[in-house]
């Protein structure tokens, strides 16, 4: 096996029309150094038109990815390695990331320059330049939404690389498309990877093949510059996002014994209304209904009930914050969540009655102990308390993203249509009968219609902003 004293081989990370053709050429060049093409493009091993790759058949690599790593590992006084972008096989990502042996290189350009490359290389059919006479013309066309994609997909698989190697403590070697050109770079690249002969001129087989300015390669200039302008390219527009992330919460899901739904619930929202609805649609008592499951028991779950179908529902962010301060930081009862509730009123000044609300506690009492309670949430959420993000007022969209791990639910429905939609979709289910939903249990002592103002909806607007985004929620009506 062959190896330097950091790394048993390397991967390019780059894309299309970002130089990597030129740089695994001047790679090459070293003695030490052998890099493989795309060697997990899904279409072919290597380079097109190859049957295989160090006698590894793409066959032979579909079934198992990780031994043409194992050859590349092996291969005698060389370092190898090979070219890898987003859309190659996935399974092999996470193979390299957390490998610290595996020599990371980045190459990056600019994502404009790269898709005009890309369009004028699809339109002549000329995707390397060797000899300038040979040199074929056209303009691209820019399209503003194929480009916006281009754009999302580079910087997701950007973001990736980024996050994964940032979590498990190791560096990459970033090279800008203008920095192939540098022979210090590439020499110093080199060094980084363990080889000491140095080049004293960079491969000059491979030319630029559009060198011209971007907008002149373009036959609609005006439409790159408008489409430039609308994107954000700094993310200023942004909501920031320091909520943990959340798992899929499998156990609190609950299932139809005969009707085949699966309802996985939002904590805060009108849990117990839904599974009393579907309990009475399947004839039995809620605490009958199969619930407390771990993963393996929802596959089985879905693999005995096919056709099944799976939902869930979003309660108003302002109606959802309000119902969880009654129940859970308001009342004193069993339901309360009484150490939360002390530091509430202790550390952030909320006006909480100490045995909870009583004949004394007005109407006027209730609304500022509630902002207060708004205001927490706006800090909680942003990660600047030492409270807990509970489940019941962590962000909808979050807890939704968590669902996705196991399986999004096929419905996402609002609160104010559940007297039409679930007992539409249980008769879709086949259900001998439906029922009609339970109307939501008050909030005590004062509902929110009585509090409810312009200003309660501004602020809750700003705590939720992901969530009024994300569903379009519009201002509550009572």
């Not at 390397?10 to 990597?20: K, L």
């Amino acid at each position: 096996m062959s190896s330097s004293e950091n790394f048993d081989y390397f991967v390019v990370f780059a894309e299309m029309r970002t130089g990597s053709n030129f740089l695994e050429a001047n790679l090459n060049a070293y003695d030490g150094l052998s890099c493989h093409g795309e060697a997990f493009n899904p279409h072919f091993i290597g380079y097109p038109n190859r049957s295989d790759l160090l006698g590894v058949s793409q066959s032979m690599r579909e079934t198992d990815p990780a031994r043409l790593i194992d050859v590349i590992k092996s291969e005698p006084s060389v370092l190898g390695g090979f070219r890898y972008f987003h859309d190659h096989d996935p399974r092999v990502l996470d193979l390299m990331l957390e490998d610290p042996r595996c020599a990371k290189i980045i190459l990056t350009r600019n994502p404009l320059d790269s898709y005009v490359s890309r369009k004028i290389a699809q339109a002549t059919g000329q995707w390397k330049l060797t000899n300038v006479k040979r040199r074929k013309e056209a303009k691209a066309e820019f399209d503003p939404t194929e480009f916006a994609f281009h754009v999302t997909a580079l910087q997701e698989f950007q973001v990736t690389l980024l996050n994964r190697l940032q979590s498990s403590g190791q560096t990459a070697f970033y090279i800008a498309y203008e920095d192939l050109q540098n022979l210090g770079v590439m020499n110093g690249l080199a060094r980084w990877l363990g080889v000491t002969q140095q080049l004293e001129a960079l491969d000059e087989t491979l030319k630029p093949q559009n060198p011209a300015p971007v907008l002149s390669k373009v036959s609609n200039p005006e439409m790159v510059q408008q489409a430039l302008m609308s994107m954000d390219s700094f993310n200023l527009t942004r909501t920031p996002n320091f909520e943990p992330r959340r798992g899929p919460a499998v156990p609190s899901y609950v299932a139809g014994r005969q009707v085949p739904m699966l309802y996985l619930p939002i904590r805060g929202g009108p849990e117990a209304e839904v599974v009393q609805w579907m309990a009475t649609v399947e004839k039995s008592e809620p605490d009958q209904l199969p619930t407390g499951m771990n993963q393996k028991q929802l596959r089985e779950w879905k693999r005995s009930h096919a056709g099944f179908r799976s939902f869930t529902v979003l309660r108003h962010p302002l109606a959802r914050a309000h119902a969880v301060f009654c129940r859970r930081i308001l009342s004193t009862g069993e339901s309360s969540y009484g150490p939360i509730r002390n530091t509430l009123r202790r550390q952030f000044k909320l006006d909480l009655p100490a045995d909870g609300p009583g004949a004394g506690y007005s109407q006027s009492r209730h609304r500022e102990a509630f902002v207060g309670f708004l205001t927490f949430l706006k800090a909680n959420l942003a990660g600047q308390t030492s409270v807990r993000v509970d489940p019941e007022w962590a962000s909808q969209s979050q807890i939704l993203a968590g669902f996705a791990e196991v399986g999004s639910p096929d419905l996402v429905l609002r609160e104010t249509e559940l007297a039409t939609e679930l007992p539409a979709l249980a008769r879709r289910l086949g259900a001998q009968s439906t029922a009609p939903v339970p109307q939501t249990v008050p909030d005590m002592p004062y509902g929110l219609e009585a509090i409810y103002d312009a200003e309660l909806e501004k602020l809750a607007a700003s705590v939720y902003q992901r969530d009024y985004l994300a569903f379009g929620f519009e201002a509550w009506k009572p």
